[in-house]
């Protein structure tokens, strides 16, 4: 995610002297002339060092934006190094990604091939299609020289006439020569090399570019239309002015994708190529698009003090990140609500839908937010068979506080003031200014928008582990909200409606969750009705009461029985066959019926109408 004080500068407002271009730039080549090997070549020449008899070069650990060590090193093969007239020189390997280099103070000159096989918007992907990379992936740096200006040159394979799209500005005068002001720039700016399509637009002078690669039956006429509208939506929340002049949105449309990596300048987006077959599919890509373009502000230049400069050899820790991730979850909805991508009645539907989901989480009030972000790095990113018991993201939970601190502002403000305000005040105060923040100023900016202290609500949501109280605030924006399991839903229906069949077979329930479309037990709700008969992750299940179940059929077997009765579970666990028998209960998950109240005073539907700002 990172980019240094030097170059957010030199982004906002062209180069500043502090660089000096007088100062030699470490010159990386990346070639390409067997993409069926997808192995990129790569050199890297280092300028004379005066004054080092040694250099260590140090390949990065993990990639910014996603919090997990990924030892990208363990891709590099064939690793040279030799001094500017070509002969070997001395050098040793200290530990999985440093090496030192006794270089006398001279250039030197290393080259490696880096196996690039995993395709996804943080790692690297060759092959006859297309190059991929994300700096990190593919570029040692010496230890040091962090500051020190970046070239790039890129070599097409043989015989093709695959374009070159990045962030980085083309240097004048030589062709697929790029210009990073330092290393941070250089790995914040993903490179996507091939035939793909390319499309571009402009709002208020600044250039939007989209790299399209792969298979998609997206309208694409849409997907452009859909960023034009995100991106003034968002720029809107700024003053309508963006922090840059050109921003690159990289598109991969891949049999399964969906995810992105933010950087300062522009965007990876991992999509499903073939799921626009309704509404559904241009929704979830503009989410997707508002999330990560949100990011443009909120982590890439309003961000904490560990979030870049980065230490790229080992973890960041930062107790911000349902602040950089969560509330950009959630801001990206109103955004795509705001930009008339998505209407009233779906932005009901979006929390209908996803509340009950977090709000059924065991693990929800186990760990603070604040905890949560700290260990991403080993529990959202490693998650274990547990996880959703003793845990839960800080993407969701950072939704959720996200759209709770917003209701609260507008309840304080009678809907005039709300998050995006706080996000305005941070941008102003800080990160315009090249300055990071930290929680206090989270907190003073919460207190500012609200003219009132906003302490509570960190103490209790983000260092303590009250239950999120949505339901009662959405009713504060004039909302009719009600919570209730599944079946007492359809006990409430009319009578031409209700179907009791039905209602009684939504009852029954024993706690287990299955992989999708198999009969191998996910999850087990602690103290449910299968947990207690020692079912397990993992376990296969064959039958139901002595009769085979399929994956469609596991649940109906289920709800042949009512709460009270018992039923046999048959399945297998490491190859032996094992029996349970289990009470089964009465299922208490909760489902969310939120709709407008036709009878909502003045005051909610203030509150209602700045919230939403449509
Ligand atoms: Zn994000």
Not at 104 to 119: I, M, S, T
Request: hydrophobic share 40%; charged share 30%.
């Amino acid at each position: 995610m990172a980019r240094s004080k030097l170059n957010r500068r030199a982004t906002a407002g062209g180069r500043t002297s502090l660089g000096s271009t007088a100062e030699p730039p470490i010159a990386y080549r990346v070639a390409m002339s067997d993409p069926d090997s997808h192995e990129f070549e790569v050199e890297m020449h280092v300028p004379p060092l005066p004054e080092r008899a040694t250099a260590d070069i140090i390949f990065p650990a993990w990639a910014p934006g996603s919090y997990l060590v990924r030892d990208f090193v363990r891709h590099v093969y064939a690793l040279t190094i030799t001094d500017d007239r070509g002969y070997h020189l001395p050098h040793e390997r200290l530990d999985k990604q440093r090496w030192r280099v006794s270089s006398g103070g001279h250039g030197f000159r290393v080259r490696y091939r880096v196996f690039a096989f995993e395709q996804s918007v943080r790692t690297s992907h060759l092959d006859r299609s297309h190059g991929y990379w994300n700096g990190t992936s593919l570029f040692f740096f010496v230890d040091g020289e962090l500051k020190r200006p970046c070239e790039i040159a890129v070599q097409r394979p043989p015989r093709t006439r695959w374009r070159i799209d990045t962030a980085l500005p083309p240097i004048a005068g030589r062709p697929d020569h790029f210009r990073a002001a330092d290393f941070d720039e250089l790995v914040d700016s993903p490179f996507e090399v091939g035939d793909h399509a390319h499309a571009a637009f402009s709002i208020t002078g600044v250039k939007f570019e989209v790299a399209l690669y792969g298979r998609t039956n997206a309208d694409r006429a849409r997907l452009i239309q859909i960023l034009r509208r995100v991106v003034i939506a968002t720029a809107e929340m700024f003053g309508g002015k963006f922090p840059f002049t050109r921003y690159l949105f990289i598109i991969h449309a891949l049999p399964v994708g969906s995810g992105g990596l933010e950087h300062s300048a522009s965007v990876t987006m991992d999509i499903t190529g073939l799921s626009f077959e309704d509404e559904g599919g241009y929704q979830r890509f503009a989410d997707l698009a508002a999330h990560e373009f949100f990011h443009a502000w909120n982590v890439k230049r309003i961000r904490d003090a560990v979030l870049g400069p980065f230490d790229y050899t080992r973890e960041n820790y930062t107790r911000l990140l349902w602040f950089h991730e969560g509330f950009t979850d959630y801001l990206a909805n109103v955004i795509i609500l705001r930009a008339g991508i998505i209407d009233e009645k779906r932005f009901w539907r979006f929390i209908a839908d996803d509340w009950p989901r977090y709000a059924n989480r065991p693990g929800r009030s186990e760990t603070t937010l604040a905890e949560l972000s700290f260990e991403a790095w080993i529990k959202l990113y490693k998650p274990a068979e547990n996880h959703v018991n003793r845990s839960v993201s800080y993407y969701e939970k950072g939704l959720w506080a996200g759209m709770a601190l917003d209701l609260l502002l507008r309840r304080r403000t009678s809907g005039r003031r709300g998050l995006p305000d706080l996000f305005a005040r941070l941008w102003t105060s800080f990160g315009r200014h090249d300055r990071p923040i930290s929680e206090i100023d989270v907190r003073n900016a919460a207190t500012q928008v609200a003219r009132a202290p906003m302490d509570d609500f960190f103490r209790r949501y983000i260092h303590g582990t009250d239950e999120l109280p949505l339901p009662a605030l959405l009713r504060t924006a004039g909302l009719l909200v009600a919570e209730r399991p599944e079946w007492a839903i359809e006990a409430e229906k009319p009578d031409g409606d209700r179907d009791r069949v039905k209602e009684r077979r939504l009852r029954a329930w024993t706690g287990i969750a299955l992989h999708p479309d198999r009969l191998l037990v996910r999850n087990v709700i602690p103290d449910s009705p299968a947990w207690r008969a020692g079912i397990t992750f993992g376990d296969d299940i064959v039958a139901v009461d002595g009769h085979r179940v399929a994956p469609a059929t596991f649940a109906k077997r289920i709800a042949d029985r009512n709460p009270g009765e018992r039923c046999r579970i048959t399945y297998f666990r490491r190859d032996s066959l094992e029996e349970a028998t289990l009470t089964l209960a009465e299922n208490p998950e909760r489902k969310l019926i939120v709709k407008p109240d036709p009878d909502a005073t003045r005051p909610a539907l203030a509150i209602r109408r700045g919230w939403l700002g449509v």
